[in-house]
């Protein structure tokens, strides 16, 4: 597709179980960030794959959290154990890295919106 | 680290009226500038960006912002705002590098509403 996608589009979820996010990045793009979108925090930088390799996994607020990527290409987000103050938009984007200048634009996908009961 | 305050939370205006809504970040090294703007319903899209070069930088829907070094601000201005222009607008720092990482570190958004 032309832009990132994301999947689902909407989560809801019981306390204690766990889910899996989803990011299909544009084609080419070798950088992939995840954020987070609350109500009580902004948006909050998660993590960032350059390749299928996470140089700075800083941002995950807590061991329960996780993220892949494979082929260079598809990264799934997984929150094990969900608790509430869980719930937020999670947001993947995605850009070229430029080896000399950096500040490249990200293009943002539409999110995905976990609720936890 | 980076952080970046946006001061204003809600930015109430008039349609044609002109309009600032404001950032100021703080940085032990040099950093790249954003705002991006998230309309109802849908995902953040880049408005403008500054690198480098002139200090004042103009971006999509006359959207422009000038990048205060001394004051380490970098504020968005329109001089003639539509009732399209409400959403809710976040400025964004990154790290200034080749090869840098490139996480956005935002703002907490400002939310504009443009009424008629």
């Known amino acids: 597709g032309a832009g990132v996608s994301q999947s689902p589009s909407n989560k809801v979820t019981e306390k204690g179980k766990d889910v899996e996010l989803r990011c299909d990045p544009i084609?080419?793009?070798?950088?992939l960030y995840w954020y987070r979108q609350s109500l009580g925090q902004g948006l909050e930088f998660l993590i960032y794959f350059q390749g299928n390799s996470a140089p700075d996994k800083s941002g995950l607020p807590s061991d329960r959290f996780s993220a892949e990527r494979t082929g260079g290409s598809v990264s799934t987000l997984t929150i094990q154990r969900t608790q509430q103050e869980d719930s937020a938009v999670y947001l993947c984007a995605s850009s070229r890295l430029d080896p000399l200048v950096g500040g490249q634009k990200q293009f943002f996908g539409p999110g995905t919106r976990l609720t936890v009961l | 680290a980076q952080s970046v305050t946006q001061l204003d939370s809600q930015v109430p205006v008039f349609e044609e009226a002109p309009v600032e809504l404001r950032c100021n970040y703080s940085s032990s090294v040099s950093v790249y500038l954003f705002w991006y703007v998230q309309y109802p319903n849908q995902g953040l899209q880049l408005l403008l960006k500054y690198l480098s070069g002139s200090t004042l930088v103009k971006g999509i829907n006359g959207f422009e912002a000038e990048f205060n070094k001394s004051q380490t601000s970098f504020h968005l201005r329109k001089p003639s705002v539509h009732i399209s222009d409400t959403a809710e607008y976040f400025c964004?720092?990154?790290?200034?590098?080749?090869?840098?990482?490139?996480?956005?570190?935002f703002g907490k958004g400002t939310k504009l509403s443009v009424k008629p």
């Open positions: 084609s080419g793009h070798t950088a």
């Open positions: 964004a720092v990154s790290r200034r590098g080749g090869g840098s990482q490139g996480n956005l570190i």
